[in-house]
C-alpha cells in the first residue's frame, strides 16, 4: 500500500503516539491524525501529523474518511470492539485498510516454568477479572478476524506473535524483544495495574508488595513467561 496523499487514523494508547509521529516522518505526503485519552503528546510534531483527546469508545465525528486506521495497545480502553470496528469500517474509504495490533494479556509459559499460584500467575488471572469487572473483555481481541468478517471485511490476515517477557528465548532478536517487553512491563505495572487490583479488593499496602512480588517473577531468569500480540 502507497501512502502518497493519503489519510491515516491512528489510535494507541499513551505511550505509544510516538507511532503516529514515525509513520508521518515517513510518509510526507500522508496526512496523520492521532487520538488519546490525554493531551501527552510532545509539542514538535511533523507538520502532516495532528493529535485530538477523543474516546474511540464513542460515537466517531470525522468529516472525512481514511485510507487506513491503526490501533495499537487500546485494548484495556474499548469495550466495545463490533461497535469500535463497525466505526472504523464505516470511515474507511473504499479499498482502506484497518490494522489492529493488540495483546492479550494472557500471560503463560510453553515449558511450565509458570506456575499457577504464583504472583505472575495471581496477577494475570486477577487482572483479567478485573478488566471484566470494568466491562472490558481484553481476550476479545482473539475474536477480531471474525468481527471484521462480519462487517463485511475482505483479504483478512491474523499474524499472532509471542512475545516473550526476558532474554530467555532462542536467538538474538528474539532475545531483544524479550528485555524490551520485559522492561515495558516492569516499569508500566504500577500503571496499569494499581486502579483495577484495588477494584478487586487489595489493600494498597498489600498491593504495592504483591506488585513488587510480580516484578521478581517477571525478572526470574528461571520463568520463561510470555503473552501474545495480534
Known sequence: MLFRNSNVFNLTSSSQSAWAIEFAHAHKK???????????QPQTVPINCTFVVDDANKDWNFHQRFDFVHTRAIAFGISDWPKFIGQAWTYLKPGGWLELQEFH???SSDDGTLKEGSA???W???MLAATKKVGVDSLKTLEHPKMMADQGMQSIGVRQLKIPLGPW??????KQIGVFAQKDLVE???GISTKLLLLMGYEPEALNKFLED???DLMDPAVSSRYAFN
Open 30 to 40: 500522508t496526512n496523520v491524525l492521532g487520538t488519546d485519552l490525554s493531551p501527552i
Open 105 to 107: 494479556l494472557n500471560v
Open 120 to 122: 505472575l500467575w495471581q
Open 124 to 126: 494475570k488471572t486477577d
Open 169 to 174: 528465548a532462542k536467538g538474538k532478536r528474539e
Open 188 to 190: 508500566g505495572l504500577d
Open 214 to 216: 510480580v516484578r521478581k
